[in-house]
């Protein structure tokens, strides 16, 4: 979905959206039903919960300094490949809740896709993506968080 703005180079080198600390474990994605039984029948003992019409993972309680690795996360990458999570593919980009409204964010701890001009991160979202991410939301609206402060706003949903 992001390939035009960020290679499978890169993210193949980084990895960062795959591993979460005691702070950015809200940042696991949500899993639909099918992905979730794919990643629990490769990996017995991840752990999910139910959350609205997914299920996130259960990380348990994280210490500070410890990192928690998303169990679907492989030597080579992640093993769901194109079927990785809605939230996975759409990384570093999130649906976020602004005031009263929902927004686009970006996160700036992506370098290769937070360090580009964010009028053309805009233009990239209207050309469909956008509508695509709300209407995701709009299905699952437990996808959607408050906007956090590592993230800026690109797009409001008014906007489109
Ligand atoms: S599902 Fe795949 S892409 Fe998403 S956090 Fe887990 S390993 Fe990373």
């Not at 390939?3 to 990895?15: D, N, P, Q, T, V």
């Not at 993972?57 to 992640?78: H, K, Q, R, V, Y």
């Not at 999130?94 to 053309?120: N, P, T």
Request: net charge negative; glycine share 8%.
């Amino acid at each position: 979905m992001l390939k035009e703005i960020l290679s499978k180079a890169s993210c193949a080198e980084c990895r960062l959206c795959c591993v979460f600390d005691r702070y950015d474990v809200w940042e696991t994605p949500l899993f639909e039903a099918e992905t979730m039984g794919k990643v629990a029948a490769a990996v017995p003992d991840a752990k999910f919960a139910k959350k609205g019409g997914g299920f996130v993972l259960n990380s348990g309680e994280i210490t500070d300094g410890e990192l928690f690795s998303c169990p679907a996360l492989t030597e080579n990458g992640c093993m769901l490949g194109d079927d990785k999570p809605f939230d996975c593919r759409i990384w570093p980009f999130r649906i976020m809740k602004s005031g009263e409204g929902r927004v686009i964010a970006v996160s700036s701890l992506c370098s290769a896709v937070y360090g580009q001009s964010h009028d053309d991160l805009r233009d990239f979202l209207k050309e469909g993506l956008a509508k695509k991410i709300f209407a995701y939301a709009d299905k699952f609206p437990e996808a959607v968080h408050e906007l956090y402060n590592n993230y800026s706003v690109l797009l409001s949903e008014n906007e489109l």
